[in-house]
């Protein structure tokens, strides 16, 4: 089972779009001056190169995604993943972003049913989205359910530690649904929390909020309040999804529950699981995809300021 999660950085629908809420054209601006759909395709398919080449050339079982506007353009991206013996669908919600950016699931239709699908609010946010919580059930006869959160709290826009409590808010909320997923599946529900955290994995919002630990046998113990293992932290020293005035930084980071660690078969969670996924053909920092609204122009032959990360299970 491969899993993996990116941040497609600013993957916008186009301005005539009859998702585009009128309030968001105007919040949005001068921003999107120039993002046609001939711009979107480009972008759809250097995304869409990027997945096809995860797993081996295999695509993800399971995928997700923060910075996407609406369901419509995630199911043109769904759409070219065009890959022999998968089928693609998508899970979203809309949030209620002010820059209109959602996160979401794509999964193989092959694979996978949604058994459940709940997007969770965040309170006294801001510049946060929902925690999207999708329930992926197996469906062959064993009809495991595997519990997928995505995240993308806020950023660190107006400095690291003024923004920091709202990153602890989040983290606080994930902690919360994790405790009320295991009343309703029990303590060794299969959960893997993923996403963009705008935080390291030693940072206090995953740390002391989101309950995020290093260490294994204290996930194994947490008896009353549910911890998650962060699978990032062994990769600090070499390893960046993000990279900031030349300093990597792991932001990007899976969290698993007790019951990934208990867990035999499919699920079954192994050493050396995760992996920094770079594009084809990019081999330093991360290269984006740049908005025609920007200095220099659009580079087509980038993808987002994010690398995607990757987790092999069984």
Known sequence: MFIAFWNLE????????????????????????????????AKLDQLA????????????????????????VLEKLARKLDLPGR???????????????????IY???????????????????????LLQVNLKTRDAAAETLVVIVNHWPSRSGGEHASEPYRKLAG????????????????????????????????RSLTDYALADRERQKVLRAASAPRFLNLMLPLLAAEGSYVFDGRKNMLDQFLV??????????????DGAVSIIRPPGVTGAPVRFSRPSETGGVNTAGYS??????????
């Open 108 to 130: 193989d239709g092959k694979l996978f049913t949604v058994d459940g699908k709940w997007s969770h609010w965040v309170m006294r946010r801001t510049g946060t989205r929902d």
């Open 257 to 270: 529950s007790r019951g990934l660690l208990n867990a035999t078969g499919r699920f079954r969670l192994r």
């Open 172 to 203: 606080e909320t994930l902690a919360y649904w994790h405790s009320r997923i295991w009343e309703v599946l029990g303590k060794d529900a299969l959960i893997v929390a993923m996403g963009d955290f705008n935080d390291e994995p030693f940072n």
């Open 49 to 72: 190169a990027g997945i096809k080449a995860m797993n081996s050339g295999a695509g993800p079982d399971v995928l997700g995604v923060c910075e996407v506007e609406n369901r419509p």
């Open 87 to 105: 089928s693609y669908k998508v899970a979203h919600e809309n949030s209620r972003d002010g820059r209109g950016i959602d996160v979401a699931v």
């Open 10 to 41: 600013n993957l916008f629908d186009i301005e005539t779009s009859t998702e585009r809420q009128d309030w968001l054209k105007i919040r949005l601006g001068k921003e999107l001056q120039g993002w046609t759909a001939a711009v979107l395709e």
């Open 305 to 314: 300021d994010h690398f995607a990360i990757g987790l092999k299970l069984g």
